[in-house]
Each structure stands twice: as structure tokens, then as C-alpha cells.
């Protein structure tokens, strides 16, 4: 007699756990657990400590991705997402993200509690001076903007190749996310941490060369217009690099391939939020309520930060530390990297994720969004056209969507999604079980442009 088959619509799969699974979670558990000890004690220092942590990390997590996502490869990618309590804003979410968020407090605030010491550091910043050491030779020590930078690319990497096993059939998540993985590898970590090597102990403007104005908000200040001027031709070269990437690229490839060039294939905050926070995609709201705030404070945040370079330009050339008697660092300069910098882009955008969704930051307070944004929605070849012959109306689309676009509402019209909140991650696309949606870049003549406002 044959065995009756399981019509069970919320059970999950029967299969064995791979032991990839298993022995994964073994290892980032001793990772994780070094790294806390590493806090609290001394010895947990040297090359070998830092080698054998992110060995395990990375190690396990590919394992672990690689047993669940091509061993397992149960159904969907997505099966049980709305069913396990970290990825359904249940009791490990809220503990998940008040970790996060701690562990940003203390890095922008208490770095001393992590182990930044004047002299020497200990804890887990001390953990990483083997490498700051490889790279601004023997006497250098970690910052703990070092240890973020490499904690930030390892994730971006190895949960980057969890993205791409899970992903793996269709072809734009896989060359975005090796675009995104190498953007941030190169451009964001060892290109910078070379230069900055090589300035030998000049001033240091030698960052991430994607990071524009306005999203990297200090381009302007008078600190490191200073330090460019001092650094040279290299000083110069990240000038006007500066310059033509916000007033001509951004604009220019925007027109041609909408933000995605940037938000979904070189952007570190979108490296992120598609890799780390892709179990987190499905969170976003989609309500219209959150549609007019997300537009009121992304666009609130772009203004705000035209008035505070504005205002520190005037100080700059002027020579004057003051606005109409109003201190501009106290008043301009401070709360913007406090409020914008600190709390909004890593507080609430990262340490959010398990709550909000994995593009907080990137829909409301990304000032270069709302920046490409404004091309995307009136001036760009890209949109996001319908077969709305095959659409079910199954709202995988709207689910997916971590811009909180409800892309079904547009499925079911047969309208081009034509958002400026779109940041191309194609992810519609994917989930979609009919095939009815492509990102395209056609003639603008033909562009249905959006009738929602
Ligand atoms: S919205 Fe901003 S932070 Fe997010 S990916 Fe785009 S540019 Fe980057
Ligand atoms: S509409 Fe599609 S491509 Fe655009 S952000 Fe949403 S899921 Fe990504």
C-alpha cells in the first residue's frame, strides 16, 4: 500500500537536517562565542585568535547555506519565512535586534567597551590589530572602524554566496551580487585601507570612492576638503572623483538604468540590506501610510542636508565658524551626523532589520535615494514592465519587495512599475511563479509613467 501523501500547507519539510546544517551552526556559534569572550578577555588576542574567528564564521555560514539552500532545497527559497520566529517578528527577532542595535550604541558611542584603548586596545577591537597591522604596517592598531569595516565586508561576502546558492537559477541575483560582493571587497575595504596606508599618517580622505555626496555627508566639511587639498594629486583625484560621481554619473546612469547602478549593485547599505537582511526582505510595509511617510522624511532628509552643506560650504569659504550668529558646528555639522549618520543610517537602519525590514534606512532616510529617486520617477529608461495576461494575483511580488512596493497592484493593471522608491533588486522578478515581470531600460516614449501618486 503506498504511503498517504502529506497535505500539510504549514509543516515544512520532512527531510534530515545535512549535516552542512548542523556543523555550520557548530561553527558560527564558536565564532560568535570568541568574539564575546574576546570582549571580556585578554588573551583572546594574536593572529591566530583573529584567524581561527573568522575562519569559523565564514566557514560556517557557507556551510550552512549550502546544506539548506542546494543539500536540502526544499520547495521555494522562501518556504517557512512567515513561520520561524527571527524572520517573523517573533521572540528571537526582538532579541536579534536589540543585539544589533547594542552592538551600534557601543560602536558609535562606548567604542572603550568594545576595547578602543588611547595606547593599546584590547577586547574585540584588539582582535583585529593582526590585521590593521597587515596593513599600516607593524606599530598600527585597530580602530573600531577598522573591526566594522571587516566585520562588514565578511558578511557582505559570505552571506553574499548564501544569497547567490539561493538565488542560484536566476541569472541577475547571481552577477549582481558577485558585482556587489567585489564592489564592496575592492572598493570599500582594501582599496581605502591601502591609501590610507600609503598617506602615511597625512589626513585621511581616502574612503570608499562610491560613497557620493549626499549620502557621504561629510564630503563637504571643511576637515576633509582640507585633508584633499593636502593629499596631493591623490587628494585631488578624490576631489573632482567627488564631484563628477554626485553632479554628472548619478544623474546620467540613473537615466539610463534607473538607481539600481548604485542602490542593488555597488552601494555598501545595499550590499547589506541585500545580503544580510534578505531573510528580513518580507517585513517592509506596505500599507499606504508607510508610502507618504517614506516619502515626507526621505525627501525631508534630502533637503535637510542640502541646507547643512550649504551652510558649511558658506563657513568653509568664508572662514567664519558661524551662520547669521548661529555656530554651524553645533547647530548643522553635529546633529545631522547624529541624528542622519549615526541614528538613522546604522541604529535604526541595521539594527532594525529583524523588525522593519531590511531597507529602513535605504526607503526613508537615504538622501541619494531620494536624490536618484527624482530621476528615476520623471526622467529614467527604467521600469519594470507586465505581463499582466499570467498574472494569479499570488502577491509573491508585493511580499518580496523590501521597498514596500505593492507590485501586484501594478501586476493585476498590466502598468509598468515606474517607482521611485524602486531600487532594482529584481526580487519581484524572481519570486514571481509566472514570469510576468521584467526590469528593463527602454525608450522613454514608450514608458507608462505612474498614475498612483
Ligand atoms: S537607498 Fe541609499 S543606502 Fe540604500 S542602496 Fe540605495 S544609495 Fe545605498
Ligand atoms: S519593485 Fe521589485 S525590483 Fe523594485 S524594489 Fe521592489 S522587489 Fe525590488
Known amino acids: 500500500m503506498s504511503e498517504p501523501s502529506n497535505m500539510a500547507l504549514t509543516t515544512g519539510d520532512r527531510k534530515s537536517t545535512p549535516w552542512q546544517c548542523t556543523s555550520g551552526t557548530g561553527l558560527v556559534v564558536i565564532a560568535l562565542a570568541l568574539m564575546a569572550l574576546a570582549t571580556t ?29 542546494v543539500v536540502k532545497q526544499v520547495g521555494e527559497p522562501n518556504n517557512g519565512t512567515w513561520f520561524a520566529p527571527l524572520t517573523s517578528r517573533g521572540t528571537w527577532a526582538w532579541v536579534f535586534g536589540a543585539m544589533l542595535t547594542l552592538f551600534y550604541v557601543l560602536l558609535y558611542w562606548y567604542p572603550e567597551m568594545l576595547g578602543l584603548g588611547e595606547q593599546t586596545n584590547t577586547g574585540l577591537v584588539a582582535l583585529f590589530d593582526p590585521l590593521a597591522m597587515l596593513f599600516h604596517g607593524s606599530g598600527a592598531k585597530a580602530s573600531q572602524w577598522f573591526m566594522y569595516g571587516t566585520l562588514y565586508t565578511v558578511l557582505i561576502l559570505t552571506l553574499g554566496i548564501r544569497f547567490i546558492f539561493k538565488y542560484r537559477r536566476n541569472r541577475y541575483q547571481v552577477i549582481r551580487t558577485i558585482v556587489l560582493m567585489a564592489a564592496q571587497t575592492c572598493l570599500a575595504y582594501l582599496v581605502p585601507e591601502i591609501l590610507e596606508g600609503l598617506q602615511d599618517g ?31 594629486t591623490l587628494g585631488m583625484v578624490c ?11 548619478t544623474p546620467v546612469l540613473t537615466y539610463f538604468l534607473g538607481k539600481r547602478w548604485y542602490c542593488s549593485w555597488i552601494c555598501g547599505c545595499g550590499g547589506l540590506a541585500e545580503t544580510a537582511g534578505d531573510s528580513f526582505r518580507h517585513l517592509s510595509s506596505k500599507s499606504i501610510r508607510a508610502w507618504k511617510l517614506e516619502r515626507w522624511l526621505i525627501h525631508g532628509v534630502l533637503v535637510y542636508i542640502v541646507v547643512v552643506t550649504a551652510v558649511v560650504l558658506y563657513g568653509y569659504f568664508s572662514g567664519s565658524g558661524s551662520i547669521a550668529g548661529v555656530d554651524i558646528y553645533t547647530w548643522f555639522r553635529r546633529p545631522y551626523g547624529f541624528l542622519i549618520g549615526s541614528m538613522f543610517s546604522g541604529v535604526i537602519g541595521v539594527g532594525f532589520y529583524p523588525l522593519l525590514g531590511s531597507r529602513v534606512w535605504c526607503r526613508f532616510g537615504c538622501p541619494m535615494a531620494a536624490y536618484m529617486g527624482l530621476f528615476q520617477r520623471r526622467l529614467s529608461k527604467y521600469r519594470i514592465t507586465v505581463n499582466s495576461g499570467q498574472c494569479i494575483s499570488c502577491g509573491q511580488c508585493s511580499t518580496y519587495c523590501e521597498q514596500g512596493i ?30 510576468v515581470l521584467k526590469l528593463e531600460n527602454g525608450p522613454m516614449e514608450t514608458l507608462q509613467r505612474e498614475a498612483r501618486t
Not at 563637504?220 to 596631493?232: I, N, P, T, Y
Request: hydrophobic share 50%.
Open 41 to 69: 578577555r585578554a588573551e583572546i588576542t594574536g593572529a591566530i585568535w583573529m584567524w581561527a574567528t573568522l575562519g569559523m564564521l565564514i566557514t560556517g555560514s557557507v556551510l550552512y547555506a549550502y546544506g539548506t539552500f
Open 406 to 435: 505593492d507590485v501586484r497592484w501594478y501586476a493585476m493593471r498590466g502598468q509598468d512599475v515606474v517607482r521611485a522608491s524602486c531600487v532594482g533588486c529584481g526580487i519581484c522578478s524572481t519570486v514571481c511563479p509566472r514570469g
Open 202 to 232: 597625512k589626513a585621511y580622505f581616502a574612503k570608499d570612492i562610491k560613497y557620493f555626496w549626499p549620502l557621504n555627508y561629510y564630503f563637504f566639511e571643511d576637515w576633509h576638503l582640507d585633508a584633499m587639498r593636502q593629499g596631493g
Open 239 to 249: 576631489l573632482v572623483w567627488g564631484i563628477i560621481g554626485f553632479a554628472l554619473l
